[in-house]
C-alpha cells in the first residue's frame, strides 16, 4: 500500500491594509493640524531626506518618503500611541517604529541640523538687535536663552542623573530664540540632573562670545540662575529704584520671547509635552533635534498653529504688545561696541550697562 503523502500547504497571499494617500485627502488646514506643515511643507521637508529614505524596489508596497515623514510628523505633532498612529495610516505598529527611528536619524543629520539650526551669521546681527529692541526698548540683544525639561521614561542605565530637581526623569535641553521666535542655538544631551549653569558653560554657544567669533557688543538675555556675563546679561535680584528697576522692566519683558518661544515650540509638536516612551535617552535627543528644525521650518514658511483646541497660539498674545521689526536687509553692519563699556566681568559690565542705556 503506498503511503499517503501530507497534503501540500498552498502559499497564501499577503494582504496589505489600505493606506490613506492625506497629501491628496486632506486641505492644507486639516494637514497643519495633524502633521504641523502643510502640503507644500512636507514636500518640502520630504526633499530633504529623500534620497535617505527611498527604496530602490515597490516589492511588498514599499512605504514612499512621504509616507515615512507623515508618519513621523503624525507622532511628534500628537504623542499618539505607535500602535494608533498605524492605525489611523494603514500600518503595522512595527513598521511605525522602524520608520520613526529612520527618518528622525535622516532628519538630525548634520547639515539638515546645521541648515535650520544656527546662530545669525555677522551681517544678520544689526537686524537681530532692532528687532529685540521693539520688544521692550533693550539694546544690543541678539537672543534670550533658557533651560527647559523634556520628560522621559525611567532609562536603564546611569538613572539616577536623568532625575531632575521636581524628581521626574528629563533630558534638560537649552534653547536660544531670536525674537521673531527662531531657534538659532540647541543643546539637548544633558540629564535632567545637570544645572543649566554647568550645560551654557561647557556649550559651544560659550566658545563663540568668549573666543570673539561673536563680536563685542552683542548679548544674550538669561535669567539669574545663568550667573551674569559680559555677554549675558540677567536681572538684578535686588533691584534699587531707578536705571536698575528700569533694566529689570525691559529685561523682563524682552526676555519673555524664550519663554512663549518654548511655549509655541511644545504646542506645535505635543510628544515635547508628555513623556517621550522611548529609550534610550539618545533617541529622546534626536526626537528633539528634529522637532527643532521642524519648528523652524514651519517659521520660515509662514506656517501658523491651528489646533481646533488652541486657534490662535502661534502668535504671540496681544496683551504682551510685542511688535517684531520686519527688517529684511542682511547687509546692515552690525554696530561696534560702545565706548563707555570698560568692566570685563559680568556684575560691574551689567552696572554700566544699566546705568547707560537705563539711567
Given at each position: 500500500?503506498?503511503?499517503?503523502?501530507?497534503p501540500?500547504?498552498v502559499?497564501?497571499?499577503?494582504?496589505?491594509?489600505?493606506?490613506?494617500?492625506?497629501?491628496?485627502?486632506?486641505?492644507?488646514?486639516?494637514?497643519?493640524?495633524?502633521?504641523?506643515?502643510?502640503?507644500?511643507?512636507?514636500?518640502?521637508?520630504?526633499?530633504?531626506?529623500?534620497?535617505?529614505?527611498l527604496?530602490?524596489?515597490?516589492?511588498?508596497?514599499?512605504?514612499?518618503?512621504?509616507?515615512?515623514?507623515?508618519?513621523?510628523?503624525?507622532y511628534?505633532?500628537?504623542?499618539?500611541?505607535?500602535?494608533?498612529?498605524?492605525?489611523?495610516?494603514?500600518?503595522?505598529?512595527?513598521?511605525?517604529?522602524?520608520?520613526?527611528?529612520?527618518?528622525?536619524?535622516?532628519?538630525?543629520?548634520?547639515?539638515?541640523f546645521?541648515?535650520?539650526?544656527?546662530?545669525?551669521?555677522?551681517?544678520?546681527?544689526?537686524?537681530?538687535?532692532?528687532?529685540?529692541?521693539?520688544?521692550?526698548?533693550?539694546?544690543?540683544?541678539?537672543?534670550?536663552?533658557?533651560?527647559?525639561?523634556?520628560r522621559?521614561?525611567?532609562?536603564?542605565?546611569?538613572e539616577?542623573?536623568?532625575?531632575?530637581?521636581?524628581?521626574?526623569?528629563?533630558?534638560?535641553?537649552?534653547?536660544?530664540?531670536?525674537?521673531?521666535?527662531?531657534?538659532?542655538?540647541?543643546?539637548?544631551?544633558?540629564?535632567g540632573?545637570?544645572?543649566?549653569?554647568?550645560?551654557?558653560?561647557e556649550?559651544?554657544?560659550?566658545?563663540?562670545?568668549?573666543?570673539?567669533?561673536?563680536?563685542?557688543?552683542?548679548?544674550?538675555?538669561?535669567?539669574?540662575?545663568?550667573?551674569?556675563?559680559?555677554?549675558?546679561?540677567?536681572?538684578?535680584?535686588?533691584?534699587?529704584?531707578?536705571?536698575?528697576?528700569n533694566?529689570?522692566?525691559?529685561?523682563?519683558?524682552?526676555?519673555?520671547?524664550?519663554?512663549?518661544?518654548?511655549g509655541?515650540?511644545?504646542?506645535?509638536?505635543?510628544?515635547?509635552?508628555?513623556?517621550?516612551?522611548?529609550?534610550?535617552?539618545?533617541k529622546?535627543?534626536?526626537?528633539?533635534?528634529?522637532?527643532?528644525?521642524?519648528?523652524?521650518?514651519?517659521?520660515?514658511?509662514?506656517?501658523?498653529?491651528?489646533l481646533?483646541?488652541?486657534?490662535?497660539?502661534?502668535?504671540?498674545?496681544?496683551?504682551?504688545?510685542?511688535?517684531?521689526?520686519?527688517?529684511?536687509?542682511?547687509?546692515?553692519?552690525?554696530?561696534?561696541?560702545?565706548?563707555?563699556?570698560?568692566?570685563?566681568?559680568?556684575?560691574?559690565?551689567?552696572?554700566?550697562?544699566?546705568?547707560?542705556?537705563?539711567?
Amino acid at each position: 500500500m503506498a503511503e499517503q503523502q501530507p497534503p501540500l500547504r498552498v502559499r497564501q497571499p499577503r494582504v496589505f491594509r489600505e493606506r490613506n494617500d492625506v497629501l491628496n485627502e486632506l486641505s492644507d488646514n486639516e494637514l497643519i493640524k495633524r502633521y504641523r506643515l502643510d502640503r507644500e511643507g512636507i514636500i518640502f521637508v520630504t526633499d530633504l531626506v529623500r534620497p535617505v529614505l527611498l527604496r530602490p524596489t515597490v516589492a511588498n508596497k514599499a512605504l514612499t518618503p512621504e509616507q515615512k515623514v507623515i508618519i513621523t510628523l503624525r507622532y511628534v505633532a500628537t504623542a499618539k500611541m505607535q500602535l494608533c498612529n498605524g492605525d489611523d495610516l494603514g500600518v503595522s505598529q512595527q513598521t511605525v517604529s522602524r520608520v520613526i527611528s529612520e527618518t528622525l536619524d535622516a532628519l538630525c543629520a548634520q547639515p539638515i541640523f546645521k541648515r535650520f539650526i544656527k546662530f545669525p551669521p555677522i551681517q544678520q546681527l544689526q537686524q537681530k538687535k532692532e528687532q529685540f529692541r521693539e520688544v521692550a526698548g533693550f539694546p544690543e540683544v541678539v537672543g534670550a536663552i533658557d533651560g527647559t525639561h523634556i520628560r522621559i521614561v525611567k532609562p536603564s542605565e546611569f538613572e539616577v542623573e536623568y532625575v531632575n530637581r521636581k524628581r521626574y526623569h528629563s533630558i534638560n535641553v537649552q534653547v536660544v530664540f531670536d525674537a521673531k521666535y527662531n531657534i538659532i542655538d540647541l543643546e539637548a544631551r544633558w540629564p535632567g540632573s545637570v544645572h543649566d549653569s554647568r550645560i551654557l558653560n561647557e556649550s559651544g554657544l560659550k566658545r563663540m562670545f568668549e573666543t570673539g567669533a561673536v563680536p563685542a557688543g552683542c548679548h544674550l538675555l538669561g535669567d539669574s540662575g545663568d550667573g551674569c556675563k559680559t555677554w549675558l546679561l540677567t536681572p538684578y535680584l535686588r533691584p534699587q529704584p531707578g536705571y536698575q528697576s528700569n533694566y529689570n522692566r525691559a529685561n523682563k519683558k524682552t526676555r519673555s520671547v524664550v519663554e512663549m518661544g518654548i511655549g509655541q515650540w511644545k504646542r506645535r509638536f505635543h510628544v515635547l509635552h508628555s513623556e517621550i516612551r522611548l529609550t534610550p535617552p539618545a533617541k529622546v535627543c534626536k526626537i528633539i533635534f528634529v522637532c527643532a528644525v521642524l519648528h523652524n521650518i514651519c517659521k520660515d514658511r509662514n506656517i501658523q498653529l491651528l489646533l481646533e483646541d488652541d486657534p490662535g497660539h502661534d502668535q504671540p498674545p496681544a496683551e504682551d504688545n510685542i511688535q517684531m521689526a520686519a527688517n529684511d536687509d542682511d547687509d546692515d553692519q552690525v554696530e561696534p561696541p560702545l565706548a563707555g563699556y570698560q568692566a570685563r566681568d559680568g556684575l560691574p559690565y551689567r552696572e554700566e550697562f544699566a546705568r547707560l542705556h537705563f539711567q
